[in-house]
């Protein structure tokens, strides 16, 4: 039941005036991709994913708030139906996030996950569908993010000083554990970016030590070679097939 997890990993926004944070990423930004999955050798257009960003004021602080949808069509519902939400409360400067909330609803499987973040100690609670709510506290390291909140600090990353086979490396907190990530820096290409038309992208190769994931630099991020960074394109291979996503729209950017 990780195949969010996977797409956002081998990833991982409206149409008012952005309100840019020092980090660079816009409150006010749309991001619609197509999602396919290789089905008898064809690349079939199954789902949406859209990523969204906002600004939210506490009483005591300002948040990036970050929402990741990911739904599957009507018509491919009786197959596998999917509605899933991430979200990510981060700090606007850092990208850090304070609080990182996942309900998965995936071919009847539901389970919700809040976690609150306070330095490098993390409170989980977690439902799941006809279970008892669990709740337990761990710790994880200072810069460790979340899958949602690590996909736009990478946005943020120096990317133009990284020579091809640079690499850079994260950590993310899932499953009520750490998992590293190394970001590989396989060069630039030009690519269709949505309705931003073509573009320059570093190519970026995504490795995590987990088992959701397959092959040598078969999960690929390409990313636009400018100030933005906008996700254009992610391909991901997993043990049961390969897949892609594919920007269709970018408003607020």
Known sequence: MKKALVILTALLLCSFKAETTTAGIPSGEKLVYAGSFNMSGLMTHIAQVTMSTESVKTAKNNYLHISCELSTFSKWDKFFKIRDVYESYVNPTTMMPSLYKRSINEGGYIKNEKYVIKGTSVTSTTSKK????????????????????????????????????????FAIVFDEKEVPV?????????????????????????????NKLKGTDKNIIWLTADDKKVPALMKFSIPVGTGQLVLTSATGV
Do not use: H
């Not at 899958?147 to 943020?156: A, E, I, N, P, T």
């Not at 190394?182 to 190769?205: A, F, Q, R």
């Open 130 to 169: 006809n279970k008892v709510e669990t709740t337990r506290k761990f710790t994880i390291g200072k810069s460790t993010q979340d899958v949602v909140s690590m996909m736009y600090k990478l946005r943020s990353a120096d990317l133009a000083s990284m020579k091809t086979g640079a690499t850079k490396s």
């Open 182 to 210: 190394t970001i590989k820096m396989m060069g630039i290409e030009i690519i269709e970016v949505g309705n931003l038309g073509d573009k320059k992208c570093y190519k970026l190769s995504i490795g995590a030590k987990t």
